[in-house]
């Protein structure tokens, strides 16, 4: 906003201007006790005008005792307006004011009226009960009349606004004594203290019964006019002082994450805006733990950013804890939350919420900086930080990463302690690319291998046969029936290819489709059923919640999409290429809603993904033929996944094809994405490559 907006005809004319410099000294100082005497001043004329008074200031301001006294006593003295007019009156005042600045002349001339007006208020309230003593005192002729009620309300007005403007050019004076490039013309400072203390001769006047009634009006209003240009200008300074303030601590920010700390205890008190002693809080237990912020000098501190709302963003939170989990008992390390931006008093109860059960220790909720500006500006444009979980790694003053959720996403506790390249971690573990490497953070179940020697198979499912939507399916009790069972015959068929004299030790589960578990339950409940019928102590289902289930879907997107980046580059190994067909065609039976089965063995990356109406008819065929399937199992030296794999290709080249044009399709998001020599997952003959243009994520749309 401009000033010039604001008129500025209450400034002194030339004459006026002139006669008021004439009383100013140049050797004038300003007072240290200033900001203290306004406070006196603002608590005095608070709880004179009913307002809620502050806290009592103790400062006493011997010094200038003297001067407030006698500029009190004048005020007194010249309410009756036989000493000359307005002007002159205010023009003496300043003479005798002559050797303090222009602002310092303001908070004492208040200050003087404050202690007038304070003990005119008393004796009004006097009055309420006991007139004649009232009017005796303070020669109230005007107290009791039919309009002082409204004059009263005026002059309340009046005082505050003055107030006010004495309070806005203290701060102003200052931001422009500590910044160069604020200015703030002299001849407003002039004007100002002229038609403040003309001001509070008229408010004297006013209250002691004079008719200044004409005089009063018009000095409201230029008062309001004074005053809204002071707010203006004040708001203008205050907004270039905050720019300032930011544009250092940004480049702070930047020096101190520019170079290489000795430990981690210059960003530490940097981000937490704090000393070294301040006190850390963990509550995720019943008992609290506290440590000190010294304690986090050395070894690996995660620093998670978020919003005050983490828990909004449940799978992040989840990814975290679950990495907690995994780590914290051979890995020394804490994690300190940082909520981003918020400070007020309305937060308190979310921020106390917030904090129950969780791994990572915070701050006192009072010792949260006011707004964390500068650290929210730097973290979105040089983190790329937007509200969501973001955890940031320290080891001994050094930033490893900046976000690691995708590294611990992806590579969970294998990602500890963070200094190993992601090249490097895709090549230390390219063996691990199976199914365990998949299911990671699902359920331990189906990641943890067993102390014996046993091969262990982990089977999951997921999507659905039904074509109509999730609501549709929900609504048609008999087609969620229908899904429900035949998932259940699925399992059931799989269990008792699997069990016998070969006894494979299986677990399965049901991952839902996409993001929505709505038949795990009943699944689940059914299932476990013909397990216990089958009685094989090696047989389980695994019940996944929710939450997991959306961890497993953007756990195998992540997958997908960092694969496909590797590809571009021509870094991608065996084992990589069959982890992104497997990943990339499971998203592929998501978008389309179709059912699918995934199995492998745990401690290979040999894997099986399949559609599961196939996996069916395979598992028909094989419960059809138990005895050579059983026979096949025990006298072959290859292990489960290979027989399997063996009896559906073969299944697949002797049942006749499904009624459709492809047996698979895979849409690859994103430009130049190689996907030469990928094969199908149900043939495995190479796939054709073909161009779709598509306006919208339509599930009907064909590939022409």
């Not at 602002?103 to 007038?116: D, P, S």
């Not at 996907?675 to 003959?685: A, P």
Request: hydrophobic share 40%; proline share 2%.
């Amino acid at each position: 906003m401009d000033t010039r907006a604001v008129n500025n005809e209450w400034r002194c004319d030339g004459r006026l201007l002139r006669e008021t410099e004439k009383t100013h000294s140049f050797s004038a100082k300003p007072i240290p006790a200033a900001d203290a005497l306004m406070k006196i001043v603002e608590n005095t004329l608070n709880l004179a005008t009913h307002d809620e008074p502050n806290e009592k200031e103790s400062t006493e301001l011997e010094e200038l005792g003297p001067i407030i006294h006698k500029i009190s006593c004048e005020l007194s003295s010249n309410c009756s307006g036989s000493q000359g007019s307005l002007e002159q009156r205010t023009l003496k005042l300043l003479i005798l004011l002559e050797r303090y600045n222009w602002e310092a002349k303001i908070a004492i001339v208040l200050a003087g009226f404050a202690t007038n007006f304070a003990e005119f208020f008393l004796i009004k309230e006097v009055y309420n009960t006991d007139k004649k003593t009232a009017i005796g005192l303070l020669k109230l002729k005007r107290l009791g009349q039919k309009d002082t009620g409204d004059i009263w309300e005026t002059v309340n007005v009046l005082v505050r606004k003055v107030t006010d403007i004495g309070k806005s050019i203290l701060v102003l004076k200052k931001i422009q004594d500590n910044l160069p490039t604020v200015s703030v013309d002299i001849i407003d400072f002039q004007s100002a203290s002229f038609w403040v203390i003309y001001s509070v001769l008229i408010i004297s006047s006013a209250i002691s019964g004079d008719r200044v009634t004409t005089e009063l009006v018009s000095t409201v209003k230029r008062i309001e006019i004074i005053y809204s240009y002071f707010s203006l200008r004040l708001k203008q300074c205050q907004d270039l002082e905050q720019e300032e303030k930011i544009k250092e601590k940004y480049g702070e920010f930047t020096r101190i994450f520019g170079a290489r700390q000795a430990d981690n205890m210059e960003i530490l008190k940097l981000l937490l805006c704090c000393g070294e002693e301040e006190e850390l809080i963990c509550n995720s237990t019943e008992q609290e733990k506290k440590i000190k912020l010294s304690d986090l000098k050395k070894g690996t501190i995660i620093v998670l950013f978020s919003s005050l709302h983490i828990d909004a963003y449940s799978e992040e939170v989840s990814i975290i804890k679950a990495f907690y989990n995994k780590t914290i008992t051979t890995s020394q390390y804490r994690i300190v939350w940082l909520p981003i931006g918020y400070k007020r008093e309305e937060h308190r109860t979310t921020y106390a919420k917030v904090v129950v059960g969780k791994p990572w220790y915070h701050l006192k909720f009072e010792s949260l900086a006011e707004q964390y500006v500068v650290l929210e500006k730097y973290s979105r444009k040089e983190w790329g930080f937007n509200e969501k979980p973001m955890p940031m790694v320290l080891h001994d003053g050094q930033v490893i990463h900046n976000d690691a959720l995708s590294l611990i996403h992806m590579w969970g506790h294998r990602a500890f302690p963070f200094r190993t390249y992601e090249e490097d971690l895709w090549r230390e573990y390219g063996n691990s690319m199976g199914i365990q490497f998949i299911l990671d953070y699902v359920h331990d179940d189906f990641t943890i291998l067993g102390n014996d020697q046993t091969p262990q198979y982990v089977c999951v499912f997921g999507g659905r046969r039904a074509k109509e939507s999730s609501d549709a399916v929900k609504e048609n009790g008999s087609n969620l029936q229908k899904e429900i069972e035949w998932f259940a015959d699925l399992a059931g068929k799989l269990i008792l290819a699997a069990t016998g004299d070969a006894k494979i030790n299986l677990k399965m589960g049901y991952l839902g489709d996409k993001e929505e578990a709505y038949l795990e339950k009943n699944i689940r409940t059914k299932v476990t059923e013909n397990i216990k019928l089958s009685k094989y102590q090696g047989m389980k289902y695994v019940q996944i919640d929710q939450v997991r289930t959306k961890l497993f879907w953007s756990r195998v997107k992540s997958i997908a999409l960092q694969l496909n980046v590797l590809k571009e580059t021509k870094k991608l190994n065996e084992n990589m290429e069959a982890l992104l067909e497997n990943t990339s065609s499971i998203l592929q039976y998501s978008l389309e809603s179709t059912a699918w089965v995934a199995i492998g063995r745990l401690d290979t990356n040999d894997m099986i993904f399949y559609d599961a109406e196939q996996f069916f008819k395979c598992l028909v065929h094989i419960n059809k033929n138990i005895a050579t399937w059983q026979a096949e199992l025990k006298s072959d030296g290859t292990d489960f996944i290979n027989i399997l794999r063996r009896w559906l290709h073969n299944g697949f080249q002797c049942e006749a094809r499904p009624p459709k044009k492809h047996c698979f399709k895979h849409i690859v998001y994103g430009d130049a994405i190689q996907t030469i020599g990928m094969k199908c997952v149900i043939c495995y003959k190479p796939m054709k490559k073909v161009v779709l243009y598509q306006c919208c994520d339509d599930d009907q749309t064909e590939i022409a």
